[in-house]
């Protein structure tokens, strides 16, 4: 392009000026001194190279990061990625606490702690040792505790439950559970004569019959043979008992039927109050 | 320029809308890159990213039209460009504004880099070497777009001081084309 250039005016007139601002203001057609200045202003306004929009990308970031509301993106976050998630949890959480149980529950019945209807049923089921069948006999001879301590450990209210056999305070005070106790106490028995293991089971023998007799029947097997071994008739009042004769031999033995002690024990032992209902 | 579409995309852009934040950033960018590669040669990309930065921050409270609009981005380039130079210069009891200003490195030899080539860039080297007023008065008249008294606001001059300014420079690269032979 051949050099155009060309000497501005000198005098700084007014229709000068009027030629720069018009300039300024974006007219290219303009007087032919300022032509080349036209040239110039109009390549400072001319369409982006690339090089000038590349930096849209970071530009966009930021405007995304500072524009963002967190409302409706808590919200979105929550009702479609945040659901699973929190099923899942529930689910595990649901999971775990059944399987504690259940697994409590199968440690309880393998430990032959449970009470006798779910212990039968785990026997059943998961192959749990059995539930007594039958009350052990409980220490038949060895019933050489004093009487006091008779009357003191005889809670017909405690032995009332077949559980409680398993609870050393109130029977075994000194320490044996449930239906093995009464095997227990039988070889104690036999060899010691005089069991302190024994002193309680009379207590429980007495409390059998005042609850239901069906059901607590079992119970009642395995505190009978205790008192009948010991005191025969233990009374919970302190009441010397009388010593059972049939109680030291019969329920001495292992496979005495529950119902068969029980109920002349109970009778014995039964309060008045109850005593027309089984005699009925 | 944007025009009679920017109260809609600046409405847009402040609701969040990426599409219009973007129009109105492609608008701007090459002018303000162009503005700054005269006043803050080699450092222009960095300082229109943190300008970008501060608009976008502030952009949800702006009000004003497309004047203002680019008044407030070249306003914040600016001081960007200012604050450069003074941490370059390392020299904080400095007076601010024209004399960091001044103490921006100038390309050298822009009448030779304009003679080469014939371009935007060549055009840019040639207002790098008018006085810095006349220069950031031009390149805010013509990139800009801004009118004498947004020009005048922003450099805390008067309107008769840049309208002075701007005819000043005019008449140099005028003397500039005419002793260089520059055509573009």
Redesign the interface.
Known sequence: ????????PQDGSAAA?AD??A??A?KRDVAP??Q??A????????E??PG??A??A???A???R????PVPRHRARRGTAGLTPRLGVKAAAGAAAAAVVLGGAATAAFANVLPAPIQRLAHEVIGAPDAPSAPQPGPVRGTTAAPGQLASHGKPKASAKPHSTNQPPNRHGHGQPGGGQGQQGSQHAKGQGGDSSGQGQPGSGQGQPGGGEGQQGYGQGEGNPHAKGRYGNPHPQGQRGNPHPQGQQGNSHPRAKPAAHHAPAAHHVRPARHRPAMDA | MINEDFASLLTA?QS?S?AA??RL??DA???L??YLRVIAPGAE?DI??ET??QV??G??SFRGDEQAWRAWLFTTARRRAIDLARHRARRPEAPLDDAAMAQLPRTEDSAEVALEH???A???A??SGLPRLQAEV??L???AGLDTESVARLLRKSPGAV?VA??RG??R???L??DT????
């Open positions: 392009m051949p050099n155009s250039a060309q000497s501005p000026d720069l601002a300039l300024l974006g001194w300022l080349p200045m040239d110039v202003l109009a390549a400072l306004t001319t982006p190279s000038e929009l930096g849209e970071r530009a966009l930021e405007f995304r500072r524009t963002r509301v | 852009a969040g990426e934040f973007s950033w492609r960018n090459p002018a890159l162009r990309e229109a990213a970008w930065v976008v921050r952009l949800r014939l371009s935007t060549a055009a840019i040639l207002v031009i390149l008249r013509v990139v309208r701007a005819h005019l008449r690269l005028a003397q084309t005419a032979g520059v055509t573009l």
